[in-house]
Nanobody, 126 residues
Framework: QVQLVQSGGGLVQAGGSLRLSCAAS??????????LAWFRQAPGKEREFVAT????????IYGDSVKGRFTISRENVKNTVYLQLNMLKPEDTAVYFC?????????????????WGQGTQVTVSS
């Protein structure tokens, strides 16, 4: 398993930007063998897929609600994945989670990820 530690997040006005980071601890230098993803969960709602990225960073998938506004990226030399959030809206308010799975297949379903970060709050004011 991979240990994931998140940073970033906070309070921002609508239209603003934030960057989330998620640093991974892997025992055998296999970070690039892991698909990474971001999900979010608002109060009273199910966990929602945001974005996922392949091990080499060459492929990514975005949820419909964030396409064109959010960007997922990774730096394998730093064992870190990022989520850049631009043009934020109040409906983006949620706890954001990073997740990892050792695979080359991009998936958007939470149960298929076996390692999770601790979550970080993003609040967008109108």
């Amino acid at each position: 398993q991979v240990q994931l530690v998140q940073s970033g997040g906070g309070l921002v006005q609508a239209g603003g930007s934030l960057r989330l980071s998620c640093a991974a601890s892997v025992r055998d230098f296999t970070f690039s063998s892991h698909v990474l993803a971001w999900f979010r969960q608002a109060p009273g709602k199910e966990r929602e897929f945001v974005a996922t990225i392949s091990g080499d960073g060459g492929r990514s998938i975005y949820g419909d609600s964030v396409k064109g506004r959010f960007t997922i990226s990774r730096e394998n030399v730093k064992n870190t994945v990022y989520l850049q959030l631009n043009m934020l809206k109040p409906e983006d308010t949620a706890v954001y989670f990073c997740a990892a799975r050792r695979s080359s297949v991009l998936v958007i379903t939470p149960p298929l990820y076996d390692s999770w970060g601790q979550g970080t709050q993003v609040t967008v004011s109108s």
